[in-house]
């Protein structure tokens, strides 16, 4: 009987000293990626949504920021009465992610050359407007494009000061598959 007290009176105490960690949390910062423009490439916009989808969850699995779906950020555009097509300039896009309160927003062009198609990304500080880094992807199919998406997630976090370890973190979640086109 001393025991069985002795235990849920120590426990009682370390509840009541240790300090609660995810109330001192610090929140993570909002990311979010519009749908991406498309120029010279013949990619359906159902396939341009699937790419923004392995773009989002890519990001979301690093864990480092609040990355809002692209039906929630259309609603969120919606009611800010923001057009999602004005994403075609990075004044455009700092606007948009300050609406929304974002501290980072990703801005995508998706083209074709030659026999691939590139995905270009840059982030942008929303505060400052300044471009934190910018990556070029090649990919040929949306099952290629979706294989390379954590890899290239990991490089852009890697120049805006993730370093080494948030580049293997990236590495080491693959995005799923959510739709398919055929």
């Known amino acids: 009987m001393k025991q069985v007290l002795l235990i849920t009176a120590l426990a009682l105490w370390t ?32 396939e341009l949504g699937n790419l923004q989808d392995y ?10 920021f609040q990355v809002p779906d692209r039906d929630a950020l259309a609603l969120l555009a919606q009611e800010h009465q923001f057009q999602l097509s004005d994403r075609a300039d990075d004044a455009k896009s700092v606007e948009m992610g300050r609406m929304l309160n974002a501290n980072y927003i990703v801005r995508v062009i998706v083209m074709h050359d030659g026999e691939v198609n590139l995905l270009m990304a840059w982030i942008l500080d929303v505060n400052t407007a300044y471009v934190l880094s910018a990556e070029t992807m090649e990919f040929t199919t949306q099952r290629d494009a979706r294989s390379k998406m954590a890899d290239f997630v990991g490089k852009i976090l890697e120049r805006i000061g993730g370093g080494e370890a948030a580049l293997k973190e990236a590495r080491t979640i693959k995005a799923e598959p959510l739709l398919t086109v055929s």
């Open 55 to 64: 773009l989002i969850h890519a990001f979301n699995n690093t864990r480092r």
């Open 15 to 46: 509840m009541a000293v240790r300090p609660v960690h995810s109330q001192q949390a610090q929140p993570k910062p909002i990311l979010v990626v519009p749908p991406f423009e498309k120029r010279g490439t013949n990619l359906e916009p159902a």
